[in-house]
């Protein structure tokens, strides 16, 4: 194993990578614009996080020239939503352009729909919302309805291999593989994406709504009941209001109402998919009720 060193604000750290593999990553926005980057931001008067990056292609074309050649490249691993930095999401036409330029390279696409998958967003798969077509697609977590479960699923002309080429230690539970096919049962005879979507709108309508009243949400966003809130103590600066996330959370949770933090500041809302808008409603009330006194 070699080692790479990662470059971020004032800090370094070593992380442990393969020999002759060339890792090339989004970094913080404050190291790539010490190296004279500048960014551009869909809704830039909204997506306020320092991690809420989006590379713009033309960057992602720079990196081609002058980081790495499209023949070095495998493949391009991507979350459809950022996850854990926010819950972000890309401008419209962000996949679209880099499946164009990875179908050019004959580079894969490699979508990462552990958080986003199974009718988190609205959708069966977040890929969905663009049109796109992954090569390779991981899913994981909702799978099994929380049992540990793993899948990857690629193309025929990817996945082409000969019988016992590829094997796992713990593949193949009949409890957990049982426990996955129910699930899928349940959600595609039901539908859950379609209730993800609507219920996601009508939290999203309130919490946008009420951005009148309470000035420390600076940000709403995010597909189906896959919702990213993000605080700040000012919009004019989007200073990031990280104490206040913290004891946002403790104050909802002493209320009955269980919030995850995400990135600096950010809270992130992803409640079951056969959630109704009158349970959507009573979570929304306690939320809104403790931004007022935070």
């Not at 209320?255 to 409640?271: H, N, V």
Request: with cysteine; charged share 25%.
């Amino acid at each position: 194993m070699g080692r790479v060193r990662i470059e971020a604000r004032k800090s370094t750290w070593e992380t442990p990578m393969a020999n002759k593999v060339t890792h090339v990553a989004i970094a913080l926005r404050e190291s790539m614009e010490e190296l004279g980057w500048t960014f551009e931001r869909e809704r830039s008067e909204r997506i306020y996080s320092r991690f809420a990056i989006v590379m713009p292609m033309p960057k992602v074309a720079y990196v081609f020239r002058f980081v790495v050649t499209p023949g070095e490249v495998a493949g391009l691993v991507f979350e459809p939503l950022l996850g854990a930095g926010g819950y972000v999401s890309p401008p419209d036409e962000y996949w679209p352009r880099a499946r164009e330029f990875c179908d050019e390279h004959g580079i894969l696409m490699i979508d990462d729909e552990v958080q986003t998958g199974f009718g988190r967003t609205g959708r069966m798969w977040a890929c969905q919302h663009w049109d796109v077509v992954p090569d390779i697609m991981c899913m994981s977590k909702a799978v099994a309805a929380g049992l540990p479960m793993g899948v990857c699923a690629a193309k025929g002309e990817v996945m082409d291999w000969d019988e016992g080429a590829h094997e796992n230690t713990l593949g193949g539970n009949p409890i957990i593989a049982s426990a996955a096919s129910a699930v899928i049962d349940v959600l595609t005879e039901e539908r859950l994406w379609l209730n993800a979507a609507k219920v996601g709108e009508h939290i999203k309508r309130r919490l946008t709504e009420a951005q009148d009243e309470a000035e420390i949400i600076g940000d709403v966003r995010g597909k189906g009941l896959m919702i990213g809130l993000e605080l700040v103590k000012d919009r004019e600066t989007k200073e990031p209001a990280a104490e206040e996330r913290d004891q946002t959370i403790i104050d909802a949770f002493k209320k009955g109402l269980l919030l995850l933090a995400a990135g600096p500041c950010s809270i992130r809302l992803a409640p079951p998919l056969i959630l109704m808008e009158e349970q959507a409603d009573s979570g929304v009330d306690i939320l809104l009720d403790v931004l007022k006194n935070v």
